[in-house]
């Protein structure tokens, strides 16, 4: 077996991963591994990494059934697999998608079975002046967080579901200004209909609760008038990303990050812009519909 280190970050999750290839087969042994440690720590990074496109999927495919975005503008047209997220302009039209995780969230809650985890491999990552990197991304700990409810509202809940909407998500970017995409279309609302999911979901491997709420994308709760169930919706999203439950991961060219999107939220910072940047491809595997 590789001489592999898994370093914890220090805070309710996130963990680097030293001494591994991503470009290279492993043998079962080092995968079991990397598997357990993906579900202890929630978000791994693997740093140093050189890989295709190819090689990309060949990695997401060792945890799972790799899937394509379900808006794919802007996946690669030889790999579809493979969504692009840059901030680069062509011709003065986007490359990728530019406006990716400006809010906190989980990977595409919006659809009936949301993926299991989301890979980002960094291409380019833009700079200061002074070299720093900018674009950090924010991980938030939704198991802990629902571990600190009080019981009666962990009791209340038990079993209440809530809507998921993707026309409510792109409203509240578009509100708050953190969204350059066209306005929805029909199209994109037949396809993308709302959902119901769990309040309160449980993960697959751990059986641990976690709070599965997004701030502005979630819409009622079964059971719940309607004014109440608002004020729910909005402590429930702020419970889910209190500074004490997160994780900041400072990029660098070469990371290949992974996380888990039952057990994690997390949040882009946007605080860069051209000439300054940014290119990672994305790609994602199937999950199930949460329970």
């Avoid at 700990?141 to 993707?166: C, P, Q, W």
């Avoid at 993308?192 to 309040?199: A, C, D, I």
């Avoid at 109440?228 to 990371?255: F, M, N």
Wanted: charged share 25%; aromatic share 6%.
């Amino acid at each position: 077996m590789p001489d592999i280190d898994i370093v914890p970050s220090g805070r309710p999750l996130g963990a680097d991963v030293i001494g591994f290839d991503a470009a290279v087969p492993h043998d079962e042994g080092t995968m079991a591994m990397i598997r357990a440690a993906f579900s202890l720590h929630g978000v791994l990074c693997f740093r140093d990494q050189k890989l295709d496109e190819q090689q990309l999927i060949a990695f997401t495919q060792e945890f799972g059934e790799i899937e394509s975005y379900v808006l794919s503008d802007y996946a690669m047209e030889q790999h579809p697999e493979v969504l692009i997220v840059s901030n680069i302009l062509e011709g003065g039209e986007p490359i990728g998608l530019m406006d990716a995780g400006m809010t906190w969230h989980t990977d595409m809650s919006y659809i009936a079975e949301p993926p299991a985890a989301t890979f980002l491999h960094a291409k380019e990552i833009p700079v200061d002046e002074d070299g720093r990197a900018l674009g950090d991304t924010l991980f938030s700990n939704t198991a802990v967080a629902y571990d600190a409810l009080s019981e009666d509202l962990k009791l209340r809940l038990a079993g209440a579901r809530t809507t998921h909407s993707y026309e409510a998500k792109h409203a509240r970017r578009a509100r708050e200004g953190k969204s350059n995409r066209k306005p929805i279309s029909q199209a994109q609302r037949d396809a993308l209909p709302p959902v119901e999911h769990p309040v309160f979901r449980t993960h697959a491997e751990s059986g641990r609760k976690c709070v599965y709420v997004i701030a502005g994308e979630c819409e009622g709760i079964t059971g719940v008038p309607e004014d109440e169930s608002e004020l729910l919706l909005e402590t429930l999203a702020a419970q889910c990303v209190k500074p004490e439950l997160r994780y900041r991961h400072k990029w660098r060219i070469g990371d290949l990050l992974m996380w888990d999107n039952c057990l994690v939220q997390h949040l882009a910072v946007h605080d860069y812009a051209l000439p300054q940047r940014r290119l990672i491809l994305r790609t994602t595997i199937k999950g199930d519909c949460p329970i």
